[in-house]
């Protein structure tokens, strides 16, 4: 796994081995940032369940102005850091240690935020529940996106229940990215 763009680009980043985890790969991660390239020079990204960090470090590496990383995992959270100093963006990335429900009430100091991006594991419902707790936090700013990465058969009948309207879905084999505005 690479960082693709930026002022990191082709920085390897390290990820745990023998966990379950879903590396987003390069050509997905190229078209989520094909897609969102207007938006991300000087914004503020919020990556949640953020993994190695990856998405949000890549947004860093093309210009977002801060990107905060909520992650439960002490192992991961240690490995954010790792990658963040080893791509030179460690002055701009924030890790918010913790489960991302209990998280969220506590950015609500940082945002809003003009991306957020979540990877919640599949098939736990993390989505919804996620979702549901955002409206009420006013984390995302106005004009701003959600981005939604699940498995292609998850079930977003629910979002008919919150301020959100479907802007684009893409599907990519085991993986999509549903992007969120308010409505």
Known sequence: MRVIAGTARSVPLRTLKGMDVRPTTDRTKETLFNILQ??????????????????????????????FF?????????????NLEHTKLADRGEIVRG????????LTKEGPFDIIFMDPPFGQGLEKDTLMALPGL??????GLIVVEAAPKTDF??????????????????????FLSET
């Open 70 to 82: 909520v992650e439960k995992d002490r192992r991961v959270q240690k490995l954010i850091a790792e």
């Open 99 to 106: 489960d991302v429900r209990a998280a969220l009430p506590l």
């Open 138 to 143: 006013h984390l995302l700013r106005e004009g």
């Open 38 to 67: 207007f938006r991300i020079p000087g914004c503020r990204f919020l990556d949640l369940y953020a993994g190695s960090g990856s998405i949000g470090i890549e947004a860093l590496s093309r210009g977002a102005g801060r990107a």
């Open 157 to 178: 009948s629910f979002l008919g229940e919150l301020p959100y309207q479907i802007d684009k879905e893409k599907i990519y084999g085991q993986s999509m990215h549903l």
